[in-house]
Every structure is written in structure tokens, then in C-alpha cells.
């Protein structure tokens, strides 16, 4: 399927996704974040695609959901939208793979919460992230008020919606919001490395580890710890398990095959 707002491209069985759309800042209008579904929902079927790559073309990663096409929402239609980019980012959190965000520029509102739904985020040393929202007379609505404090603590997260103030990408490392600061020029590159050695892994364990992390974060200790029991268990019914544990024992790389 080809895409107005969005360039896909495979690499071996990395995908990287770039929203585009510079004019606005690659702002979340519903067509956006409809394309950004279909092909969230494309690649989550492409058996060959083990890990993918969100980033943003220009200077933004995203600058938010649309303002000018929420302005004159209806209390209904903004309802729909926040579902719409609920359901967007629950899918990217809850998929089988791997999600980097490359994070080239601002990461403002809507552009944040996409951030914080992928599981591992690298920020160009010039981006710019928050959550502005209350400067517009709203608050996030995209997941901002939940995943900012499950990440780094309700104190810092009600000090970024209060304020509504933009953080670089150091500080951000430094409150535990992203895993690494990256050179502007090198961003993709170490995207993509990062992104071809998570290739390497057994994808059932990835989507088990996900699973485990995010859904074990939202419940008490010990039920979480008997999911993990649970998921554990059912390793050792995988093809994975043994060919993992055969080439430690036999001083070689593993192949892993999926099953
Ligand atoms: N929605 C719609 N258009 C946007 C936009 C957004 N979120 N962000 C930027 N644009 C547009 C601007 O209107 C401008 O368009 P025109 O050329 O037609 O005027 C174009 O992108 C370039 O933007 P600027 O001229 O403002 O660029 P700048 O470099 O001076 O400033 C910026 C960059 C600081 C990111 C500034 O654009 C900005 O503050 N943007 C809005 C950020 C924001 O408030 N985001 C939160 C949105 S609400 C939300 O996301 C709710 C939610 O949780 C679901």
C-alpha cells in the first residue's frame, strides 16, 4: 500500500517508518494516524520484519496532534480522535515487535506520547520534548497523562504537564524518558544498528518480554510474577529455548528460527 504522509522502507528485516509531512510539522491529523494504523497493522503481518524504526522527516519527529484540525472539534469528535490515537499507540505497545523511536526534533504533545508508547527511544542531541498541551487549553490525550508518569516518576511528569515546558534531549535521558542522547548525524545510524541486533533475537522472546513488562507494570507484584511464571514456562515449549541454550553449550551463535 502506498502512503501520502508516511515513507516505509524494509532493510533486511528492519523497517524503518518516517512521517512526513513538513509543512505542518509532521502534526497528527486522522489521516496521519489512520496511515500510521494501516501500517502498524502491515507490519505486525510481515513475517520477515523483526524490528522497526519511527522517525520524522525535517526538523520535527512530530509536533503534536493537529491543532488547526482539533480547534473546532466537537466534544464527540475530540473523543473519537483521542481514541483513535489510543488505539494507535496501544498497538504499537502491545505489537510482536521491537519499536525505536528516532527521535530527529521535536517531540511535542501527540509527538511525545507516540515516543513513549515504543519500547526503546534515541534522541538527537537538538530535540526538544514535552507535553504543551495545557498552554492550548487541554491536557495530553494521547496516553501523556498515564505513560509520562509510569516512565519517570509522578513528580517530574506533573512538573512537564503543569508547566507545559519543553526539555532537550539531555535532560530528558536524565529523568529516565529516553535511552540515549545521539549525535544529530548518526541518529539513523545507530537507529538501524540497534534496530538489525534486536533482529538477532528470538522474536518470541521479544513479544514475551514486552508483554511481560508492560502488562506486569500495570497490576500488583505478585500477580505480575506469576505471569512471569506462567511465560517462562512456555519458553521451554519453543524451538528457540533449545537452539538458544544448545549453541551456549556448543561455543557458537544461535539461529533462531521463530518456533
Ligand atoms: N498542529 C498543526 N500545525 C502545526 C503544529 C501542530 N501541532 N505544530 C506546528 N505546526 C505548523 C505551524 O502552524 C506552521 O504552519 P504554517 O507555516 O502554515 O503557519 C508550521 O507547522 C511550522 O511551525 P512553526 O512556524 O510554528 O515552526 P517553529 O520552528 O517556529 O516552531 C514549534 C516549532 C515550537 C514545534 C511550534 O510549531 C509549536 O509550538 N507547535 C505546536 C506544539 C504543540 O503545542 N503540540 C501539542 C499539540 S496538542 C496535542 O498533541 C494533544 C494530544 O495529546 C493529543
Not at 524490528?51 to 526538523?59: F, H, Q
Not at 505489537?95 to 538527537?124: F, K, Q, T
Not at 501523556?144 to 512537564?160: H, Y
Amino acid at each position: 500500500m502506498s502512503y501520502k504522509h508516511l515513507i516505509l522502507e524494509k532493510k533486511d528485516a528492519v523497517a524503518t517508518i518516517k512521517i512526513h509531512r513538513p509543512e505542518a510539522l509532521n502534526a497528527l491529523n486522522k489521516d496521519v494516524l489512520t496511515e500510521l494504523t494501516v501500517v502498524v497493522k502491515e507490519l505486525e503481518k510481515d513475517t520477515n520484519v523483526k524490528a522497526v524504526i519511527l522517525t520524522g522527516e525535517g526538523k520535527a519527529f512530530i509536533a503534536g496532534a493537529d491543532i488547526k484540525q482539533m480547534k473546532d472539534m466537537t466534544m464527540l469528535e475530540a473523543k473519537q480522535f483521542a481514541e483513535q490515537g489510543h488505539q494507535l499507540l496501544s498497538m504499537i505497545e502491545q505489537s510482536r515487535l521491537p519499536y525505536i523511536a528516532a527521535v530527529n526534533g521535536y517531540a511535542l504533545g501527540g509527538g511525545c506520547e507516540v515516543m513513549m508508547a515504543c519500547d526503546i527511544i534515541l534522541a538527537s542531541a537538538q530535540a526538544k520534548i514535552g507535553q504543551p498541551e495545557t498552554n492550548l487549553g487541554i491536557h495530553p490525550g494521547f496516553g501523556g497523562t498515564q505513560r509520562l508518569p509510569r516512565l519517570v516518576g509522578i513528580t517530574k511528569a506533573k512538573e512537564l504537564l503543569l508547566t507545559g515546558d519543553p526539555i532537550d534531549a539531555h535532560e530528558a535521558l536524565r529523568i529516565g524518558l529516553i535511552n540515549k542522547v545521539v549525535e544529530p548525524e548518526k541518529l539513523l545510524t545507530e537507529a538501524e544498528a540497534l534496530a538489525q541486533k534486536l533482529t538477532q533475537k528470538s522474536g518470541i522472546q521479544t513479544s514475551f518480554i514486552k508483554a511481560l513488562v508492560n502488562k506486569g507494570i500495570n497490576i500488583d507484584l505478585p500477580s505480575a510474577c506469576s505471569l512471569e511464571i506462567a511465560s517462562f514456562s512456555s519458553c521451554f515449549a519453543t524451538e528457540d529455548q533449545k537452539e538458544g541454550m544448545s549453541a551456549f553449550l556448543e561455543k557458537r551463535k544461535p539461529s533462531f528460527k521463530e518456533k
